[in-house]
């Protein structure tokens, strides 16, 4: 890769694709209703994002690590966003992927998407099996941040050349960090603070936010 003029980060579950992952992991546990009701809280920032995150994720004890194809097979990307993708990278742009979802997931769709750059939260397993329990550092609305501004630094790339792209109450001090912070398909708490969003569901309609990027290679 040539020099790298920016980075893009994006948030996966809502964003990215336009599913939520762990709502899917609670159908197959036989608990999707309670799950996906804290899901659409935690998103709208009436719950806590953490010990949300621990409640739905206990919920899921015992499902087999093979649950993970099925629903990776089941998800779908949000219309053009492998286009856009590929028109940052071509544009020299870094995207990276952080997610308060689950690596299974994400590492795959990052290697299905040319993306090398991602963080997300890791599920512990034992004879295969979920126990229910996060381990190491859970991915927070201040670690999503604090992400983007190591990947920033590490590129030694201006504030102005980020870009972050959510649509959850856990995306806003990302979203906030970036030179441009675009909120996308957005719950109402996000769009009230963050002024630049789209609220049309195709990627592409992100692309005129971006003014500096070179329309000659579009």
């Known amino acids: 890769m040539s020099q790298v003029k920016g980075l893009c980060v994006m948030d996966v579950d809502g ?3 336009l599913e939520e992952v762990i709502d899917l992991l609670g ?3 036989g608990r999707e209703e309670e ?4 899901t659409s809280r935690a998103m709208r920032g009436e719950l806590d994002f953490e010990s949300s995150l621990r409640k739905r994720v206990s919920l899921l004890e015992g499902l087999p690590i093979s649950v993970f194809d099925k629903v990776f097979n089941t998800i779908h990307l949000t219309p053009n966003a492998q286009k856009f993708i590929s028109i940052l990278q071509k544009n020299d742009i870094l995207v990276g992927l952080v997610s308060g979802g689950f690596t299974p997931i994400v590492d795959r769709l990052a290697k299905s998407l040319g993306i090398a750059h991602f963080s997300a939260n890791q599920l512990e397993v034992k004879d295969g099996l979920l ?3 996060l381990i190491g550092q859970i991915i927070s609305p201040e670690v999503k941040k604090e992400t983007l501004e ?10 102005e050349r980020t870009i972050a792209i959510g649509d959850g109450a856990n995306d806003l001090l990302m979203l906030k960090s970036a030179g441009l912070g675009i909120a996308f398909c957005a719950k109402e708490v996000l769009k009230k603070e963050i002024p ?7 990627f592409l309609e992100v692309l005129p936010l ?9």
């Open 35 to 38: 799950i996906s009701q804290i």
């Open 15 to 17: 964003t990215l694709i």
């Open 210 to 218: 971006i003014d500096w990027l070179e329309w000659g290679k579009i």
């Open 196 to 202: 630049n969003y789209v609220d049309k569901r195709d």
């Open 150 to 159: 190591k990947w920033r630094d590490k590129l030694k790339l201006p504030k």
């Open 131 to 133: 126990t229910g329990k």
């Open 27 to 29: 159908r197959e546990a």
